[in-house]
């Protein structure tokens, strides 16, 4: 087997991870690079992007933009393969856009034909044989894989984390369904971010429990396919007695969750309570605010929003001093860097609360993780920093940093 990084060694972020064996080539990943950050250009790659496809086939680890973004530039005809519940999240996500961003009319019409995978369930492609392992992340439904081939095993991380809420059993998933690999293809986010995972999911939930019975009113700025986050933050404002506001796509995402079969949703977590989110009413684009919404609003609340005008023009009309919480990362208000948006900065303005944990791996947990794998060798990939992994790594663990297009196979 031959892995070749595409891209994603010196990026977080666009990542594309090639596994060949015996002219078969197996796709991981195909997302845009990060907004502000590296720029590459137009990535070409033979088997993916052009040439023989008749032995090739994508795989996707979750729904992220910098790990499916791209795919609408493929040829018709490759096979891509997904989670269940992550396609239709994307579906909404993509049907809520596509009149502000054409692109995703096609990922829409796409994601129609993609096939389906389920987690722990073998399937073959060619040379390879295939197991998905559902992962905790900041998507739902994000998957890593352990990959076979001529005897050679991978296992190919994705993105995830510890610390989340359906973190408790992992170790035990990788001992049952991994053990021990000849490579690891392994995301390292937070290789320059030793604090970005310091508190866990649950505790952030009972800090929002607390936030909530000392105000009376409260909007929370995230992201609204961060599904564990957002189901965190409607559980904690049912422990306080307030109502929770989401808009209209909000609920269907929340809704798809409560409605699937997913093994995470026999979890309270992810049920609805005594009551529902409440999808704000909208008209022309706009939020309904009248004198008898205004009265309900008073009595408190908490609200899912996000910077757009639309979220803005309505928290100008609504009651209560505001308590605003910024509940993604906040290097998008650093101005100057690379990942600033202005209209969360503008939409903050400069007076919030900060409420976030990262959904990438602590690099503590990372070397447990090793230590069970026990592989031959390590590939950096989703990273700014490979030269710090080794640093990090290097003495107890082979540590292979590569460049972008730069392959490497077990003889070596």
Sequence with gaps: MKITIHRGTHQIGGCVTEYEHNGWRLFVDYGEELPGGPKTGDLQVEGLTYGDL????????HYHNDHIGNITKLPNGLPIYM?????????????HLKSVCPAHKDMANLLQNAQTFEAGKNFTFGSFKIKPLTVDHSAFDAYAFRIEA?????YHTGDFRLHGFRSGRFFDMIEKYVGKVDYVVCEATNIMRKSAASKSESALQNDFVSLFKENKYTVVYLSSTNIDRMFAIYRAALAVGRP???DSYQKEIMDVIVKSKSMWTNSDLFKYGKYEPIPL????GQFLVNDSFKEVLGKGYVIAVRSIEKFDKFLEQIPGEKVKVLSMWDGYVKEGTAAYKENLDNS?????VYMHTSGHIDMEDLRQLFQILQPKAII????????????????EWHVVSLND???VSLTE
């Design 380 to 395: 950096p990939i989703h990273t700014d920093s490979p030269e710090m992994f080794v640093k990090q790594f290097g003495d």
């Design 244 to 246: 929770f506001y989401v």
């Design 405 to 407: 297009g730069q392959s």
């Design 348 to 352: 903050l303005d400069g007076n919030y």
């Design 54 to 61: 008749s032995k090739s086939a994508l795989l996707i680890t």
């Design 281 to 284: 009413m909208s008209q022309r």
């Design 150 to 154: 001529d005897g050679v095993i991978v």
């Design 83 to 95: 989670g269940k519940v992550s396609r239709e999240i994307q579906l909404i996500l993509s049907d």
